[in-house]
């Protein structure tokens, strides 16, 4: 039998579409360089919104929104769209990021910025713990978010109930990343400070996805994605690599939580439910597309338009958007993205193949 160091030689990756077939390394180059255009492309479109918008105070507050929810999004693309660990306590991991970062901060008397690294290593172990006993204990998919969804209710049920460290459910005010002094200091708005600083870190996390996607680790992502006993009979360490992207994802959440508590400028348990955090973010992955690139953010932009335009019916805003996201599931099934994809893939093909046979028509004049 080879090992795993025979078996994960190569540059394998995720496709952009819900499932991948071989393909050559040339096929794969190509794909991963257009993964990083496709990055720079969306940067550059993202950095332009604030002009586009300008300084609104409602628009910008939506606009961070939408980049706050498209992070944790991408996180959970991580490790549900390419290991099938769903953790339904991303609200859970993002407030144990926000709190511990805050609470050490206040603790120490020092800047949130150097306590942050502890937030996010907390959230980092508490992922890999559970993606590690799920994975030694043999969890299906469906264990694994009934696991996550009892941590999600612990996490809120602590942060409410240990009123002498969080404060209750009260919270406390945060504003322990300094954005108004940042913001005074360049000479900007303090909107335009939070809304850069969490794209250059959705984008720094989108080009680390693909740099893991394209390397070992996608190939073993894959793997045991596909099969986790055919991956584990060819030598592949499933349990491993199902606590790497464990921790992983749990790190992103936990650095995002506590950017979404400076966003808000305050911490309360309120900011990290089930409902209001862990539905949001399933739903704007799944119609984005699992394991794309730039699924997950297409997703938070189409669920946060979608909320906001469906404001003005408060009666019926509930009903309408759960019918609106039916027929987006339903005519978009493997998600926008790809759905997209194949359709511009498709009319591409067609105009391509009748130029080839227009061309391939003989010339009378030769035939004869």
């Known amino acids: 039998m080879s090992g795993e160091s025979d078996i994960l030689t190569g540059d394998g990756r995720a496709d952009d579409s819900p499932t991948n077939g071989s393909r050559s390394g040339g096929s794969r180059t190509g794909d991963s360089w257009s993964g990083y255009v496709m990055i720079g492309a969306l940067g550059v479109v993202l950095a332009t919104l604030p002009f586009v918008f300008g300084a609104s105070g409602y628009y910008s507050r939506l606009l961070d929104l939408f980049l706050l929810f498209a992070l944790l999004a991408v996180a959970l693309n991580i490790v549900f769209g390419h290991t099938d660990q769903l953790f339904l306590f991303v609200g859970g991991l993002a407030g144990a990021g926000a709190y511990t970062t805050a609470l050490v901060a206040g603790a120490l ?39 996550t969804l009892n941590l999600q209710l612990a996490f809120v049920e602590f942060f409410a109930g240990a009123r002498s460290i969080t404060g209750g459910s009260t919270g406390f005010p945060f504003d322990g990343l300094a954005l108004a002094d940042a913001a005074e200091a360049i000479g900007i708005a303090r909107n335009y400070v939070l809304y850069y600083l969490l794209l250059a870190f959705l984008v720094g996390v989108l080009v680390g996805y693909r740099r893991l996607i394209d390397s070992r680790y996608g190939l073993a992502f894959d793997a045991i994605r596909e099969d986790e006993v055919a991956a584990a009979a060819v030598g592949i360490d499933v349990v491993r690599y199902k606590t790497i992207a464990g921790f992983l994802s749990a790190a992103v959440i936990g650095a995002t939580g506590v950017m979404l508590a400076g966003f808000e400028g305050y911490i309360t348990p309120s900011l990290f439910t089930f409902l209001g955090v862990d539905v949001l973010v399933l739903i704007m992955l799944v119609l984005g597309g699992l394991r794309t690139t730039i699924g997950p953010v297409v997703g938070a932009a189409l669920v946060i338009a979608i909320r906001e335009v469906l404001q003005r019916t408060t009666e019926y805003q509930t009903a309408v958007f759960g019918a609106l996201l039916i027929v987006l599931f339903l005519y978009f099934r493997s998600g926008v993205v790809p759905a997209v994809g194949a359709l511009i893939g498709r009319y591409g093909g067609r105009s391509r193949g009748k130029e080839g046979g227009e061309r391939a028509d003989p010339d009378p004049d030769e035939s004869s």
Request: hydrophobic share 60%; glycine share 10%; proline share 3%.
């Open 109 to 147: 008397g020092v800047s949130a910025w150097v306590t942050l690294p502890v937030g996010i290593l907390v959230c980092g172990t508490i992922g890999a713990l559970v993606s590690w006993v799920s994975a030694k204990r043999k969890f299906t998919v469906i264990l694994i978010s009934i696991l």
